[in-house]
């Protein structure tokens, strides 16, 4: 099925560049473009085609800007969804943005790749939308609405991971059957560096799913707007502090990687501290930094460590569907089971390997006992 | 979800009994609203009982001890198991609910 995306800039070049950037998807029918250069044009284009699936859409144009056209939006089509092109770190506008209901945003120079991800996430989100309100057509059960939640909750996982010389990513999630709301990101930043997020969202259902993709999205603003973990956490503590979340709040652990120092610096706000798993197999707990959930105090700061990663180390985020994977007999896995697993036996050999032992460890360790919680894992093998 | 309330005074004393989760986290919502009445200062939760909490019960927990200090009332948490008070002190949970050994201690902090 094609997906129509309605590009929106006053910058000539860019129809031509997306059109050959874009070329081999347009040729297999996945994408078609309509371009428009300014607001007010997008706002007929809306009119005219009501197959458009979403608007990728600059920031500053004239006659009607791409803040004004966010507004104008939901009068037109209110089932749309709208990706925004703005300046690197330009945290202003993308909070504006946000607040008026854009779904996510790109930063330029454009990086295609990214783009691509960012557009198929999109789309994927506004079938489910679609899916969602079908749904509710029909007669919606609890069910139901744990299963769009669960579908959101994949639609913003990232599938495919940053990867360099010396460095490689990998994030997997095994969801529970009807509640749990983790969800992580890998986020590429300046001068090559990686942020890496974990996090776990209380609640559950649609609500919660919401307030993760929110959450999800100030992280990555605040993560390209601030470079410091501590600093990153605390803004989006403070933006979340200024909607109503209903008592809804997040942990977090958010890093910087640095792939030529090796550096790995990071903040916790309430969440599990990292593990590494050296080359040996031997381990280290990572110290906690003692920040509170995100979303529970407003103006807290969040303070941050580092730890330099040897080559052969790999740093293992999780979240305590992990810790607290019960067995049959009420026992919790905790992080020390983690830990025994891997030795002489059961080396850490890459990201994925390692990722897919943690969850196999979980697995075999919960056995016939019900699965309570999300399990996630995120890894980062250096060297 | 099993829950024990009886009444020291204007404080409540809540015992939940077994798993806190998104499966019953609505359920312990309802039962601590119903057992805090009009004019109640203080709440204790005797978590003795508990033998797990995921976020979806922490939320609950926040979202009561908002409602009470909004209120100019105090709560207080007693009798945690090791595991339990882990995922306070990991969430930063424990910097702003206070926790107490024993359910003494506690009736004796918010009543003081």
Known sequence: ?383 | MEINAERDGATVVARPTGRLDGSNAGEFQEALEGAIEDGDRALVLDFEQISYISSAGLRVILLTARSLQGNGGAMALCSLDAPIREVFAISGFDTIIPIHGTRDEALAAVSG
């Open chain 1, 1 to 383: 099925m094609t997906h129509k995306i309605l590009v929106v800039d006053d910058e000539p070049d860019l129809e031509p560049l997306m059109l050959q950037r874009m070329r081999r998807a347009i040729r297999q029918g996945v994408y078609e473009f309509v371009f428009a250069r300014n607001g007010i044009e997008a706002l007929q284009k809306l009119d005219e085609q009501d197959d458009i699936d979403m608007v990728l859409s600059d920031i500053n144009m004239p006659e009607m800007d791409g803040l004004t056209l966010l507004e104008q939006i939901p009068s037109v089509n209110p089932d749309i969804r709208a990706v925004i092109i703005s300046a690197y770190g330009d945290m202003q506008n993308i909070r504006t943005a946000m607040n008026r209901g854009a779904f996510d945003f790109v930063t330029k120079p454009l990086d295609f790749d990214d783009l691509r991800i960012t557009v198929d996430r999109t789309l994927q989100h506004v079938e489910e939308w679609r899916e969602a309100l079908k749904s509710r057509d029909r007669l919606v059960t609890l069910q139901n609405e744990l299963d769009v939640a669960s579908k959101m909750q994949q639609s913003i996982l990232p599938t495919a991971f940053p990867s360099g010389s010396n460095y490689r990513v990998f994030g997997t999630m095994e969801p529970a059957r009807n509640v749990g709301g983790d969800f992580y990101d890998v986020i590429r930043l300046q001068d090559d560096q990686i942020g890496l997020a974990i996090a776990d969202v209380s609640g559950k259902g649609v609500p919660a799913a919401l307030f993760m993709m929110s959450s999800r999205t100030l992280l990555k603003g605040a993560a390209i707007s601030f470079q410091e973990p501590g600093a990153v956490l605390a803004e989006v503590n403070n933006l979340i502090q200024e909607d109503d979340t209903a008592g809804m709040f997040v942990t977090m652990l958010y890093a910087t990687f640095s792939p030529s120092t090796g550096v790995f610096a990071y903040a916790s706000g309430g969440h599990d501290p990292p593990l590494v798993v050296h080359a040996d197999g031997s381990s280290t707990l990572l110290p906690l930094t003692g920040g509170i959930a995100v979303g529970v105090v407003p103006g807290i700061e969040y303070r941050q460590e580092s730890y330099t990663l040897a080559p052969g180390d790999t740093v293992i985020l999780y979240t305590d569907g992990v810790t607290e994977a019960t067995n049959i007999d009420d026992e919790l896995l905790g992080i020390e089971g983690v830990r025994e697993h891997f030795g002489p036996g059961h080396l850490s050999s890459d990201a994925e390997t390692t990722g897919m032992e943690v969850m196999r460890v979980v697995r075999e360790f919960t056995g016939d006992a019900p699965q309570h919680d999300d399990v996630t894992c995120l890894t980062l093998r250096q060297g």
